[in-house]
């Protein structure tokens, strides 16, 4: 007697529905969005970090120019030392400024790229032939009502 081969299925828990194909790809997007949006704070976190990096340069090169002042005045003349902590006052500036300038650029490429990925999500839910509008809606997390 010839039987059709049956097709092999893959094991599941007893009175546990099948994943439908929303709740996959709900997942699946759930886990991109949150990505992106890791990417974005993450830019923002680093862009602050760039103006905390650059005031504390800048105050840590702005102090010996305060003592040096500091050191004029009981003298009651300014000499070569002030001169020396402005130059220096104003190097750490400058240096403060490009570090400072550098890491914050470095947050808004990192915030790019976490909001690329998110637009790119967007469009690929979109376009998605496997979802409602209501669906589609409810995966990018836009409030319907």
């Known amino acids: 007697m010839n039987t059709p081969p049956t097709i ?11 994943p439908s ?3 996959a790809l709900a997942r699946r997007y759930k886990d991109a969005y949150r990505v992106a949006r890791f990417a974005i704070r993450l830019g923002e976190i680093v862009k602050i970090a760039g103006f905390i990096v ?3 340069l800048a105050l840590g090169g ?8 500091a050191q004029a005045a009981q003298a009651k003349q300014i000499g070569a030392g002030v001169l020396l902590s402005f130059m220096w006052a ?3 500036l400058i240096f403060a400024a490009l570090i400072g300038g550098f890491v914050f650029v470095l947050g808004i490429l990192v915030s790019a790229q976490g909001q690329t990925l998110l637009a790119s999500l967007d ?10 509008e209501d669906e589609k809606l409810a995966v990018m997390g836009v409030q319907t009502r």
């Not at 702005?62 to 002042?69: E, I």
Request: aromatic share 6%; proline share 13%.
């Open 21 to 23: 194909i929303f709740a």
């Open 62 to 69: 702005a102090l010996p120019l305060l003592g040096a002042f």
């Open 90 to 92: 104003a190097g750490a």
């Open 54 to 56: 650059a005031g504390v």
């Open 123 to 132: 469009a690929a839910v979109n376009g998605s032939p496997s979802l409602n």
């Open 8 to 18: 092999p299925q893959l094991p599941t828990k007893a009175n546990e529905p099948e």
